[in-house]
């Protein structure tokens, strides 16, 4: 049992590298027509597909979040496969644990997502790169909901600096990504010791 668990774990894996890699290219408009962007496109466009069909996963019309979910649910099953690969065997315990990494598994993505994206948005603010194009509107998009609730939070609602305020975000975002894990991996610790 333990075999089959922690080869669906490698085959998640994989298939979870795929679909980044076939997500990035779509930032890149020259290299959607190669025949390898092709058989990539083949292989993971149906999964992405059962996601976008929901109308609620596209944001304002031009950023659709339907990538970010479906990663998130397959890092969710990837780490179910992992823990199960590992144990071989289920209790109260394991259930506790698998549901609490999973929830958090989908929790540290979206939280690593949003690091990305306040760092990329940094990165464009201070080397002054053209931010009027598709890529940037659509961090932009991301990134300003976010900066304004950091605003309200950390300044009072205060205008503060656009560079401060990307910063504070960045900070707070990377310590409760980093925090959260060790959190995280105590309690799934201590579920795991529970007897039944």
């Known amino acids: 049992m333990k075999v089959i668990f922690n080869l669906l774990a490698s085959a998640t894996s994989i ?17 959607r027509y190669s025949k390898p962007v092709a058989v ?7 999964y992405l597909g059962w996601f976008r069909r929901f109308s609620g996963l596209r ?9 970010v979910i479906a990663m998130a649910v397959l890092s969710i099953a990837n780490n179910v496969f992992m823990t199960l690969g590992y144990y071989g065997y289920i ?13 958090w598994s989908a ?7 949003t690091v990305i994206v ?20 659509v961090v932009d998009a991301i990134s300003q909901p976010v900066l304004y609730r950091i605003n ?11 560079k401060t305020l990307m910063i504070t975000a960045l900070a707070v975002f990377l310590a409760v990504w980093i ?15 529970l007897p039944i």
Do not use: C, E
Request: aromatic share 16%.
């Open 91 to 103: 209790t109260v315990g394991l259930v506790g644990a698998l549901i609490v990494k999973a929830l």
């Open 179 to 193: 925090s959260g894990g060790f959190v995280i991996a105590i309690v799934s610790n201590l579920l795991l010791r």
């Open 15 to 31: 298939y979870l590298l795929l679909i980044f890699i076939r997500i990035m290219l779509t930032w890149f408009s020259g290299v």
């Open 59 to 67: 944001l304002g019309g031009f950023l659709d979040i339907s990538p």
């Open 40 to 46: 990539l496109s083949a292989i993971t466009d149906p």
């Open 107 to 113: 929790v540290s993505f979206l939280l690593g997502f």
């Open 152 to 162: 309200g939070l950390f300044y009072g609602g205060k205008s503060a600096q656009y």
């Open 118 to 137: 306040l760092g990329l948005r940094l990165f464009a603010y201070l080397t002054q790169q053209d931010i009027f194009s598709p890529f940037w509107k």
